[in-house]
DNA sequence: GTGAAAGCGCTAACAC
DNA sequence: GTGTTAGCGCTTTCAC
């Protein structure tokens, strides 16, 4: 198991002439060993053993042209919000063999562009993006090359190839609409700048609509950080306070900063919900977990990332074109999730 | 700039015709520009844009016998914990033009294995593993292999290669006898089973140790789902009320599972010191969020991340044998930060 | 500063 | 069920 010689240059024909086979037989062992006798695959398996041998992925990929990796872009990574969906779509990928290249675009879209040139020149035989909004030679370079793609996190009617995810707008509307439900009567929003983030922007839509449905007046808060940390979330209830007549409900455009807000408010003795009541979106463990437990949006994060590699794997096997075929948009859905801080 | 017949197909021959140069020039201009005069340099940049050319990376790696990919492997990306690490060695990774390949193990050193296995398939220039235990044949495999190795979050006499981290034993030693200077009496210690997680067994050893040299009986709390879940927290403060002689100090293995226990506190009235302090590890930023605020041992997450990049570079840079140079291993220390709840 | 030829290690296509 | 041949698209080496 270690005797071979230096490692890492361990070669095919080496594994082959050790067999006592053809290193086309080697390669058939490896990725269809149906096709080799039991006896031979064994005697190459104990070569293979034997010399310590990794095969070269880039020579496999230059030859036939298609590669075992899937490049996936996400905002960030640093809090838990994409979290779910990388591994969800990480195992459903891995199940099949193929290996995940994640990059983080930190929500950036021109970042977006560059990194997939750079991801892109490592042959990925799909692509998975977060959100809907891109910079405009992503969706012409993607289509162009007929790469399966999928768009996560949102809907649209017309993705650059597939698009797995639920309507931030509705939700939003919905939970607002909820909001109105219970009694509160001046809900406000709060999010980051809508230009910053596109999926804040659909939520706050969302929102306004539902107002406008209510015939009252929406009222913004802004926050900062990008809208993803605690801290942007208890700034934000500072602001809030200071305000002659401040809002009975506050709907937040994501748990972490909601979660922020609600700490915020337990340790200034605001009352949640007599007070002032909050609302998340996503119910990350983070809302169960919070003080009190949020009302939030749930987002089947995990499930987007599974049902993403099931696209992928199936495209794939199918070698369809691009954008034909069932299910092009996939509507996971969402609920409202009732608990006590609104 | 669309022109390019089906693009992912142009190959840098079509480039350098367009362009009216040899390949080898198409090349150097994208690899070392300098060696190129800047008219033929921005020649060739137009007929890239114009073709929409993608360079082949697969092709480039086989010849070149080098990637710009750097593979690293965490535990989990499910939660915080090793979020910023991550962040920091992508960003580090990318000002110098690498790849950042991650994958998880879900806290299983076979997974590990195998993992790597695959990732090495890829020719990565250097290799991130998460802690210091590894399946035995890890070791062996990327010495023998003669790549650039990176250990990080913890420390280790005879790494693979080089180790970026801190003492793991010696922080948990050091928050146990603060606690103990704070005067609390009964102090247990909180975390997964030892044997599924080095750094956490770590953590207990350096709590045990301290409770040796304090002369006291230590007492332990076996948490589940890793100990890395909010809700094993609040499981483990269920767990703790139960008992006798309830311990009135509990240190955390992370500060997820302590956090989980605060909030925990919160709603079942148990008052967070005076009842029962609670300590963490991480000092992530739910430790300031949390109510109270939690004592912790602040770790150099993103800077973890940071220094293995910078090492990388300059191994890349330097070529030096693997095992030689200065800084084997990097000690980026810790600090015991004190709040609330403690 | 630029080019021509060779070949990295594997797998597709075709034999047997 | 197994082997032979050719070549993927780059970069290295050496020439100019």
Redesign the interface.
């Known amino acids: 198991?270690?005797s071979?010689s230096?490692?890492?240059r361990v070669r095919m024909v080496d594994v082959a002439q050790r067999a006592g086979v053809g290193t086309i037989t080697v390669s058939r062992a490896l990725r269809t060993p149906q096709q080799v006798s039991k006896e031979v695959r064994d005697r190459v398996l104990a070569a293979m053993e034997a010399t310590?041998y990794?095969?070269?992925?880039?020579?496999g990929?230059?030859k036939s042209q298609r590669?075992r990796?899937v490049a996936a872009i996400v905002p960030?990574?640093?809090?838990?919000i994409f979290?779910?969906t990388?591994?969800g779509l990480?195992d459903g990928l891995r199940e099949h063999g193929l290996?995940?290249?994640?990059?983080?675009s930190g929500y950036s879209l021109e970042a977006e562009e560059s990194i997939l040139?750079?991801?892109?020149?490592?042959?990925p035989v799909a692509v998975v993006l977060t959100g809907i909004a891109h910079a405009p030679?992503v969706r012409?370079?993607l289509r162009?090359?007929?790469?399966p793609v999928v768009e996560t996190w949102d809907l649209c009617d017309d993705p650059i190839d597939r698009a797995v995810g639920f309507s931030n707008l509705e939700a939003a509307r919905r939970m607002t609409l909820t909001l109105a439900d219970r009694g509160y009567r001046r809900i406000a929003f709060a999010g980051a700048p809508p230009q910053l983030e596109h999926r804040a922007a659909q939520r706050l839509a969302g929102y306004r609509q539902a107002m406008a449905e209510l015939g009252r007046a929406a009222q913004i808060i802004t926050l900062d950080d990008l809208g993803v940390?605690?801290?942007s979330g208890?700034r934000a209830v500072g602001q809030l306070l200071e305000r002659k007549r401040p809002p009975d409900a506050v709907f937040f455009v994501n748990d972490v900063v909601a979660?922020?807000a609600a700490?915020a408010c337990?340790?200034l003795g605001v009352a949640v919900p007599g007070q002032l009541a909050i609302a998340g979106f996503g119910d990350f463990?983070?809302a169960?977990?919070?003080?009190p437990p949020l009302t939030t949006v749930r987002i089947p994060g995990e499930q987007i990332g599974r049902t993403t590699a099931r696209l992928i794997v199936e495209r794939l096997a199918a070698s369809d074109p691009p954008w034909t075929g069932p299910e092009r948009v996939v509507d996971l859905g969402f609920e409202i999730i009732s608990r006590e801080s609104a």
Chains 1, 2 share one sequence.
């Open positions: 198991m270690t071979g230096r490692s890492g310590g990794v095969p070269n992925l880039a020579a990929t230059l590669s990796v960030t990574l640093r809090n838990t979290a779910e990388v591994e990480a290996q995940l290249l994640i990059a983080s040139l750079n991801l892109l020149g490592q042959q030679r012409s370079m162009s090359r007929g790469l940390t605690f801290a208890e979660f922020g700490q337990l340790r463990e983070l169960r977990a919070s003080n």
